[in-house]
């Protein structure tokens, strides 16, 4: 089993900045991609940005230029680097990481992120 944990969400004003965090436990190995997925209220959940074990990056357009996805393979954890948030950021975001092994996604707990004046 395999346990993903989440940190450093919050409040935070327009154009302000965050970074969060999600370090797995337990049965980490063959960790392949990990990522972010964010779920406003009353919306599906929608891609953010995902790494793959290589460092290879992928953005969701409406993020580009403003979030920056990184990773420590060494730590199991993977980090999202927030600037410029805008009210429309807000949301619960999820990790997620995928094991080649097992051939599935496990995913974290969420994290609250509203950003509002």
């Known amino acids: 089993q395999v346990q993903l944990v989440e940190s450093g969400g919050g409040l935070v004003q327009p154009g302000g900045s965050l970074r969060l965090s999600c370090t797995g436990s337990?049965?980490?190995?063959?960790?392949?991609?990990m990522g972010w997925y964010r779920q406003a209220t009353g919306k599906q959940r929608d891609m953010v940005a995902t790494i793959s074990i290589r460092g290879r990056e992928n953005y969701v357009d409406a993020v580009k230029g403003r979030f920056t996805i990184s990773r420590n393979n060494a730590k199991n954890t993977v980090y999202l680097q927030m600037n410029s948030l805008k009210p429309e950021d807000t949301a619960v975001y999820y990790c997620f990481a995928d094991r080649y092994l097992y051939g599935d996604r496990v995913w974290g707990q969420g994290t609250q992120v509203t950003v509002s004046s």
């Open positions: 337990g049965s980490t190995s063959g960790i392949a991609a």
